[in-house]
């Protein structure tokens, strides 16, 4: 049964635990589309997503994650794809464009079947030393920083009721 727009967006929900299993590249694509599609400040496209699949450097970035929170824990919940999406600073809607970005990706892979999570700190991960110079290496500007990362995988488990919404969030002026 074909959802439509709203209803898709009252059941998407946050997932904090993943198989192991791997993304398609189509259905990363299709994410990534949605992400370069979303509203964006005068037009300007100023964001820039680098995924990573690759276990070794996902897990680097998980740990560097992770310090920034201080905890030792997985803030990727086992997700084996990573997007972290980045904005050039000198455009002043970077984390508006950013954002919209993320929150199109988390929509495109909740109609994909995916699960998907905002995971914050993405700004401080580029600002560490390690973390710039794995954007260095990626061909990624210093003008570009993090706005979040939005991750990807298959839910594993039984995942917890959505919470229902609060009463008190509308005011409507007349």
Same mark, same amino acid.
């Given at each position: 049964m074909e959802q439509t727009m709203l209803e898709a967006m009252m059941s998407r929900k946050s997932v904090r635990s993943y198989s192991d299993q791997m993304v398609s590249?189509?259905?990363i694509e299709k994410v990534l589309k949605a992400g370069q599609y979303a509203a964006n400040g005068r037009g300007r496209m100023a964001t820039k997503f680098v995924v990573v699949k690759n276990r070794e450097i996902r897990?680097?970035?998980s740990k560097m994650n992770a310090e920034i929170m201080g905890t030792t824990n997985d803030p990727f919940y086992g997700a084996p794809v990573v997007i972290w999406v980045l904005a050039d600073r000198n455009v002043h809607t970077?984390?508006?464009d950013g954002s919209l970005a993320i929150g199109n990706m988390l929509l495109e892979a909740?109609?994909?079947g995916l699960g998907?999570?905002?995971i914050h700190r993405? /700004?401080?991960m580029s600002e560490l030393p390690e973390?710039?110079?794995l954007l260095? /290496?990626?061909g990624v500007s210093d003008d570009e920083i993090g706005v979040g990362c939005c991750i990807l995988g298959y839910a594993k488990g039984e995942q917890p009721e959505k919470k229902p919404r609060r009463n008190d969030q509308i005011i409507v002026v007349e």
């Open positions: 590249d189509a259905d897990d680097e970035l970077y984390v508006e909740h109609a994909l998907a999570c905002w993405a /700004k401080e973390g710039r110079a260095q /290496k990626w």
